[in-house]
């Protein structure tokens, strides 16, 4: 469910979500970003490496949260507790999927676009959501018109975020912490430039 998902998000402020190609590339690019202040870090289990990336930097950085992102079905829920995920993200929510992390331990963030599926995860109990894709779903007008009706919503927006609207997302009161690629994007991981990522994420953490 979501037990000790709460404070992971409340402290993160920005969570890097994570393409990872090369296994070689994830502690180096974990440090980078650890070093920069964020902390709390999605993996997405897009590449054939993610889940040995995740397992490494579980197993080398414990001041890491290592995370996984597009869990999208029960095997993915199975994958991700085995490699030692602290934490699951979903960009959307099925019934199946609801299921199955109903019955591990590993917190899931589901994803949602509007107040239909804010109220459906609502009634599983979801207090913490992604809101995905944030931008494109309406942004941040969108996010705080749901927050009327429905305050007790907590969201990490992702999706479309970036240096120059993070802040604004980060304003409202049903946002937690916000997700985003930009402070890793994949030429920056391609090339190593490990530095660059680290100030970049020197600049997220101060936002
Ligand atoms: O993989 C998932 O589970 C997703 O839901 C998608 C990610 O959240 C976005 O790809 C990040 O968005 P950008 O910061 O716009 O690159």
């Given at each position: 469910m979501?037990?000790?998902?709460?404070?992971?998000?409340?402290?993160a402020g920005v969570v890097p979500v994570l393409v990872?190609?090369?296994?070689?590339?994830?502690?180096?690019?974990?440090e980078a970003l650890v070093e920069g202040g964020l902390n709390v870090l999605e993996i997405t289990l897009r590449t054939e490496a993610a889940l040995d990336a995740v397992e490494q930097i579980a197993k080398h950085l414990p001041d890491a949260h290592v995370g996984t992102g597009t869990v999208l079905n029960v095997?993915?829920?199975?994958?991700?507790?085995?490699?030692?995920a602290t934490f699951m993200v979903s960009p959307g929510a099925?019934?199946?999927?609801?299921?199955?992390?109903?019955?591990v331990e590993v917190p899931l963030l589901p994803g949602a676009a509007d107040p239909s599926e804010v109220m459906r995860l609502l009634e599983r109990g979801?207090?913490?959501?992604?809101?995905?894709?944030?931008?494109a779903a309406g942004g941040v007008p969108m996010l705080k018109s749901i927050g009327g009706p429905l305050p007790q919503v907590k969201f990490c927006p992702t999706g479309g975020i970036g240096p120059n609207n993070a802040k604004d997302f980060l304003a409202l009161s049903n946002v937690v912490c916000v997700g985003g690629s930009w402070m890793a994007a994949a030429n920056l991981i391609r090339e190593n430039r490990w530095?660059?990522?680290?100030?970049l994420a020197k600049e997220a953490f101060s936002l």
């Open positions: 979501q037990k000790n998902l709460a404070e992971v998000l409340e402290q990872i190609e090369k296994v070689e590339d994830a502690l180096p690019l974990a095997e993915d829920i199975r994958r991700s507790v085995d490699a030692g099925t019934e199946q999927l609801l299921d199955a992390a109903d019955s979801y207090r913490y959501q992604k809101f995905f894709p944030a931008q530095a660059d990522i680290t100030r």
